[in-house]
């Protein structure tokens, strides 16, 4: 066997040119279509095009030009077998060896702002695919390209011997049906939000690589890391890396932690974050008084730890974040010199995240969990509150500073793994409890880091209390305010523990389990 014949038909040109004039040096007989053929014949190279074979002119502004018996014979027949080979001499038909062929771009169609419905339909291939479909198929006798990163390789081969290993086709059979698999999958998800149907009877993703990764949480396990083929900005899909090692599967997870609780607030904010959850949050008047505040909140557990800001990271916020050991620093961006004291810290991890717009509304997305044989699917929790939302349930009304502390709290204690229990004060995190069986085991976590600072700290808890002990530990270390769901049957119990207590309490009526 020995690669005669290709067939070209491309929307992304790279490499292109190059690959089809080493083809036509080596004997290849190229036919092409539309404007690929266009470009070939403008630089010289040989070429055919796809009616010189099919007999019939492209047709319906090029919508049918490759859906034809003389192309998908060509590409199907089994080459030895006998009664394929007569089939084909019988009709004058001949065999096409290559194909290569990327898709319309529905992707960055898609993408455009305002991109209207007809336009997105219009970039929808079907020749394309069907092509390829058919050669992968075929592929102990057809090599089939979809990858301009492939090419050289196949060069390679076809000049040492003519052809392809079965070995690579099989590999680039493999690709194409990846690169259809999620071609459809994009064209169904658009499908899905344009009919406004989120959770289809079948839900089909796709993502792409970004990088292997050295393990997954331990040593003994593999992992990767992929992102959307259209990724929102303001994620660590999205982040560039300045400096430091590669990302770790733990340090991807931490840092999109980070970045969740960041997104909660408008003013200058910092969030240090250990195993996904929060050592430390704070907000200021500018970003150097925004860590200082996370760094006190707990200057223990931000040691080895993660740390987010939404203001680019300046001399005097550096020299801080140069003191102690972190994996990562990210941040919308740096000052040179900030870039450069930090640069200084061999193996520390700085991404620059652009910017995360203030006051902008927070868009839900659908957040995949696997389980053995399936998978879970649910909105994300973007849900916020204001003044407006809560309802006093005690006695006292918290004073106007408390209220901005719980309101302050309640963000943070929103993306607390469950049971959950932060106590703020001063606008930063003095105590989390985080992911305890009960609640009131939260509390006392929570109560002990802050030790001296829970007197006259506020207390948040991401559900209900199902009796009053919670409470009364809030009083016995001197918290003064309360906010929670409410919505237990001993509700009753909490406000009247509150009021012999004088403490102020207000309910949301929403809660936030994080498991």
Same mark, same amino acid.
């Given at each position: 066997?020995?690669?005669?014949?290709?067939?070209?038909?491309?929307?992304?040109?790279?490499?292109?040119?190059?690959?089809?004039?080493?083809?036509?040096?080596?004997?290849?007989?190229?036919?092409?279509?539309?404007?690929?053929?266009?470009?070939?014949?403008?630089?010289?190279?040989?070429?055919?095009?796809?009616?010189?074979?099919?007999?019939?002119?492209?047709?319906?502004?090029?919508?049918?030009?490759?859906?034809?018996?003389?192309?998908?014979?060509?590409?199907?027949?089994?080459?030895?077998?006998?009664?394929?080979?007569?089939?084909?001499?019988?009709?004058?038909?001949?065999?096409?060896?290559?194909?290569?062929?990327?898709?319309?771009?529905?992707?960055?169609?898609?993408?455009?702002?305002?991109?209207?419905?007809?336009?997105?339909?219009?970039?929808?291939?079907?020749?394309?695919?069907?092509?390829?479909?058919?050669?992968?198929?075929?592929?102990?006798?057809?090599?089939?390209?979809?990858?301009?990163?492939?090419?050289?390789?196949?060069?390679?081969?076809?000049?040492?011997?003519?052809?392809?290993?079965?070995?690579?086709?099989?590999?680039?059979?493999?690709?194409?049906?990846?690169?259809?698999?999620?071609?459809?999958?994009?064209?169904?998800?658009?499908?899905?939000?344009?009919?406004?149907?989120?959770?289809?009877?079948?839900?089909?993703?796709?993502?792409?690589?970004?990088?292997?990764?050295?393990?997954?949480?331990?040593?003994?396990?593999?992992?990767?890391?992929?992102?959307?083929?259209?990724?929102?900005?303001?994620?660590?899909?999205?982040?560039?890396?300045?400096?430091?090692?590669?990302?770790?599967?733990?340090?991807?997870?931490?840092?999109?932690?980070?970045?969740?609780?960041?997104?909660?607030?408008?003013?200058?904010?910092?969030?240090?974050?250990?195993?996904?959850?929060?050592?430390?949050?704070?907000?200021?008047?500018?970003?150097?008084?925004?860590?200082?505040?996370?760094?006190?909140?707990?200057?223990?557990?931000?040691?080895?730890?993660?740390?987010?800001?939404?203001?680019?990271?300046?001399?005097?916020?550096?020299?801080?974040?140069?003191?102690?050991?972190?994996?990562?620093?990210?941040?919308?961006?740096?000052?040179?010199?900030?870039?450069?004291?930090? #640069?200084?810290?061999?193996?520390?991890?700085?991404?620059?995240?652009? +910017?995360? $717009? /203030? @006051? %902008?509304?927070?868009? *839900?997305?659908?957040?995949?969990?696997?389980?053995?044989?399936?998978?879970?699917?649910?909105?994300?929790?973007?849900?916020?509150?204001?003044?407006?939302?809560?309802?006093?349930?005690?006695?006292?009304?918290?004073?106007?500073?408390?209220?901005?502390?719980?309101?302050?709290?309640?963000?943070?204690?929103?993306?607390?793994?469950?049971?959950?229990?932060?106590?703020?004060?001063?606008?930063?995190?003095?105590?989390?409890?985080?992911? #305890?069986?009960?609640?009131?085991?939260?509390?006392?976590?929570?109560? +002990?880091? $802050? /030790? @001296? %600072?829970?007197?006259? *700290?506020?207390?948040?808890?991401?559900?209900?209390?199902?009796?009053?002990?919670?409470?009364?530990?809030?009083?016995?270390?001197?918290?003064?305010?309360?906010?929670?769901?409410?919505?237990?049957?001993?509700?009753?119990?909490?406000?009247?523990?509150?009021?012999?207590?004088?403490?102020?309490?207000?309910?949301?009526?929403?809660?936030?389990?994080?498991?």
């Amino acid at each position: 066997m020995a690669i005669r014949r290709a067939l070209v038909s491309v929307s992304d040109k790279t490499g292109i040119v190059e690959f089809c004039r080493e083809l036509a040096n080596l004997g290849v007989e190229i036919i092409s279509t539309g404007g690929t053929k266009t470009l070939l014949e403008k630089e010289n190279v040989p070429v055919i095009g796809i009616s010189d074979v099919t007999g019939f002119p492209e047709v319906l502004d090029g919508r049918v030009k490759t859906l034809h018996p003389a192309v998908h014979s060509g590409l199907l027949a089994i080459r030895d077998n006998e009664e394929h080979i007569e089939t084909m001499k019988k009709l004058g038909l001949d065999y096409i060896d290559i194909v290569i062929v990327n898709l319309y771009p529905f992707q960055q169609t898609i993408e455009k702002p305002n991109v209207s419905y007809e336009d997105a339909i219009e970039n929808i291939d079907i020749g394309g695919p069907t092509m390829l479909r058919s050669a992968a198929k075929n592929h102990a006798f057809v090599t089939v390209v979809v990858d301009a990163g492939d090419y050289a390789k196949i060069l390679e081969e076809v000049k040492a011997e003519g052809d392809t290993t079965l070995e690579t086709r099989k590999r680039l059979a493999a690709k194409v049906f990846r690169h259809t698999a999620a071609y459809d999958s994009l064209i169904s998800d658009y499908f899905a939000k344009v009919l406004d149907e989120p959770l289809p009877e079948r839900l089909s993703v796709t993502y792409e690589k970004v990088q292997e990764l050295r393990y997954g949480e331990n040593p003994h396990q593999k992992a990767a890391f992929y992102k959307k083929p259209i990724s929102s900005g303001g994620s660590i899909t999205s982040a560039e890396q300045l400096h430091g090692k590669e990302l770790s599967y733990n340090n991807i997870n931490d840092a999109n932690a980070a970045l969740a609780i960041l997104k909660e607030f408008d003013e200058p904010a910092v969030v240090a974050v250990k195993h996904m959850n929060p050592c430390g949050v704070g907000i200021g008047s500018d970003i150097d008084e925004a860590y200082r505040k996370a760094y006190e909140a707990d200057p223990t557990s931000i040691f080895g730890g993660i740390v987010a800001a939404n203001r680019t990271i300046d001399v005097a916020t550096a020299t801080k974040l140069s003191e102690i050991f972190l994996e990562i620093v990210i941040a919308p961006d740096f000052t040179p010199e900030a870039l450069e004291i930090l #640069q200084k810290k061999k193996n520390i991890r700085l991404m620059r995240i652009g +910017e995360l $717009a /203030a @006051g %902008k509304k927070r868009e *839900s997305e659908w957040l995949v969990t696997s389980v053995e044989g399936g998978m879970l699917v649910q909105e994300s929790d973007v849900h916020s509150l204001t003044e407006a939302d809560l309802t006093v349930v005690t006695d006292r009304a918290p004073s106007a500073e408390e209220l901005k502390q719980l309101l302050f709290g309640w963000k943070v204690v929103k993306h607390v793994k469950s049971n959950a229990i932060v106590l703020a004060n001063d606008s930063m995190t003095v105590g989390v409890g985080a992911g #305890q069986m009960n609640r009131v085991g939260a509390a006392k976590i929570a109560i +002990e880091q $802050a /030790a @001296g %600072k829970a007197k006259g *700290s506020v207390l948040a808890s991401d559900a209900f209390f199902p009796m009053g002990d919670t409470l009364e530990l809030a009083a016995k270390a001197g918290i003064t305010a309360v906010i929670q769901p409410g919505g237990s049957i001993k509700d009753a119990e909490s406000i009247a523990v509150a009021n012999a207590h004088g403490i102020a309490m207000v309910m949301t009526g929403v809660r936030h389990f994080k498991h």
